[in-house]
């Protein structure tokens, strides 16, 4: 059962609704410092998750050569291109009703929040997590930040965040029943450097989200797909002939 994903996905709605429905009320100030808070949650969270590390050298190496291979493919691009996609009937359903806004600002807003809501690192991560060890934590704890991070959004955005819902619910089911297949190939020390993996790029969303430092977060995922080979590899490979 999807927990996780549900909450999360409830968890935009109900933000959307609310941030649309007092947004105007809301002072800029609360706005911008709440993401700070944000930030911090995200790196409290990714943090915990680091520790769990079994194997770090195969963890440091699919982090680098995966966040390599994203930037050489320009993922992020792919993935902001994807969204756009997404983002041409969303707005033919809701128009901007943000009059203080340009079209073009707000069709970049929304674009924004459909890549931020639907392929987050947190998000991806979070669904494999839930999906191959039943553990909804990360999920549960991206909803508390997403809930507020909806509202903020739908503050300039409108009725059309709770929409961002429906694509986000589907990506994330997908991602959920594929690591259900993965996990009978797995071990317990290449969960935890899974886990560990995401913790990394948990901490690079962090600073993101507190644009304390822009960390290229799209590229950096193909890196979560390395890490249980690479930790495999080391453990069953490496680590051996260096004994």
């Known amino acids: 059962m999807p927990v996780g994903v549900i909450i999360n996905v409830l968890s935009v ?4 609704m609310f941030g649309a429905f007092a947004g105007e009320k809301l002072p800029d100030k609360f706005k911008n410092e709440l993401n700070l808070v944000f930030g911090a949650c995200s790196m409290g969270i990714g943090i915990s998750s680091i520790v769990l590390m ?6 440091i190496f699919a982090v680098v050569l995966g966040s390599g291979a994203g930037l050489l493919i320009h993922l992020g691009e792919k993935i902001n291109g994807a969204a756009l996609l997404l983002e041409r009937p969303i707005n ?4 901007n009703k943000n009059r203080n806004m340009p079209e073009d600002d ?3 807003l929304l674009v924004t929040a459909l890549v931020l809501f639907c392929a987050s ?3 991806i991560y979070g669904c494999l997590d839930s999906g191959m060890t039943g553990d909804h934590s990360i999920l549960i704890a991206k909803s508390v930040l997403d809930l507020f991070t909806a509202l903020v ?4 955005l409108g009725y059309v965040t709770t929409v961002i819902a429906i694509p986000q619910f589907l990506i994330f089911l997908i991602l959920f029943l594929c690591a259900k297949m993965i996990f009978p190939l797995t071990t317990p020390d290449m969960i935890a450097d899974f886990k560990a993996c ?3 790029l948990m901490i690079a969303t962090g600073f993101r989200i507190a644009k304390i430092k822009m960390f290229p977060i799209a590229d950096m ?3 979560m797909i390395l890490v249980m080979p690479c930790s495999h590899l080391w453990t069953t490979v490496i680590l051996p002939l260096l004994q």
Do not use: D, E, Y
């Not at 079994?54 to 963890?59: I, S, Y």
């Not at 959004?153 to 300039?156: L, M, Q, T, V």
């Open 153 to 156: 959004f739908a503050c300039s």
């Open 221 to 223: 995922l193909p890196a």
């Open 198 to 200: 995401g913790g990394i």
């Open 121 to 123: 690192g947190t998000g």
């Open 54 to 59: 079994k194997n770090m050298p195969a963890v």
């Open 13 to 16: 709605v109900i933000g959307g």
């Open 106 to 108: 707000f069709q970049a």
């Open 92 to 95: 033919r359903l809701f128009q």
